[in-house]
T-cell receptor, first 112, second 111 residues
Framework: DTGVSQDPRHKITKRGQNVTFRCDPISEHNRLYWYRQTLGQGPEFLTY????????KSRLLSDRFSAERPKGSFSTLEIQRTEQGDSAMYLC??????????FGSGTQLSVL | RKEVEQDPGPFNVPEGATVAFNCTYSNSASQSFFWYRQDCRKEPKLLMS???SGNEDGRFTAQLNRASQYISLLIRDSKLSDSATYLC????????????FGAGTRLAVHP
């Protein structure tokens, strides 16, 4: 499978715990995006990388959130001290430059 | 007020019906426009881009009215497989950078 892959598919955690998600983009894609989607809403932009550089962060990305793409390939999104309001689907997407985005299947986070 | 507004539906239509979805956007500087389709618990997938002159792809027709900041999607001869949520999407720059999604309109096509 050469699409965007995300791991894990589902994560259940207790409030206050830290969680980390991984995204592997399509191999030749230089841009990588993180979005968050809550029930009944469309995806909301969180941040994006061009190669290893994080070029933009949404104000939705509080200090508890950090994203990295150290070698310009895979990316991780970490949420520290999770809150119930963090429960959502976290979607990763990649693209070649400014072309069509390809989304992964997402990581569904449930914070109890 | 959200930057992209859509009627949440659901639209319940019989097979073969024609259905139209509308969307408005608030930022007049928006540059690119798209319709995405999202099946339940799946990732969104690009359905079609939307151009000022209007464009068609099989049973799907998209229209853009920049003066009114209004986008539409028309589906003719609905199929059961069209059941999904349709997301209206804009960007503030050309191309696909930083997509801004509406909340989506749910369509249910029944036999």
């Amino acid at each position: 499978d050469t699409g965007v892959s995300q791991d894990p598919r589902h994560k259940i955690t207790k409030r206050g715990q830290n969680v980390t998600f991984r995204c592997d983009p399509i191999s030749e894609h230089n841009r990588l995006y993180w979005y968050r989607q809550t029930l009944g809403q469309g995806p909301e932009f969180l941040t994006y990388f061009q190669n290893e550089a994080q070029l933009e962060k949404s104000r939705l990305l509080s200090d508890r959130f950090s994203a990295e793409r150290p070698k310009g390939s895979f990316s991780t999104l970490e949420i520290q001290r999770t809150e119930q309001g963090d429960s959502a689907m976290y979607l990763c997407a990649s693209s070649l430059h400014n072309e069509k985005l390809f989304f992964g299947s997402g990581t569904q986070l449930s914070v109890l | 007020r959200k930057e992209v507004e859509q009627d949440p539906g659901p639209f319940n239509v019989p097979e073969g019906a024609t259905v139209a979805f509308n969307c408005t956007y608030s930022n007049s500087a928006s540059q690119s426009f798209f319709w995405y389709r999202q099946d339940c618990r799946k990732e969104p997938k690009l359905l079609m881009s939307v151009y000022s002159s209007g464009n068609e792809d099989g049973r799907f027709t998209a229209q853009l009215n920049r003066a009114s900041q209004y986008i539409s999607l028309l589906i003719r001869d609905s199929k059961l497989s069209d059941s999904a949520t349709y997301l209206c999407v804009v960007t503030r720059s050309g191309g696909y950078n930083k997509l801004i999604f509406g909340a989506g309109t749910r369509l249910a096509v029944h036999p």
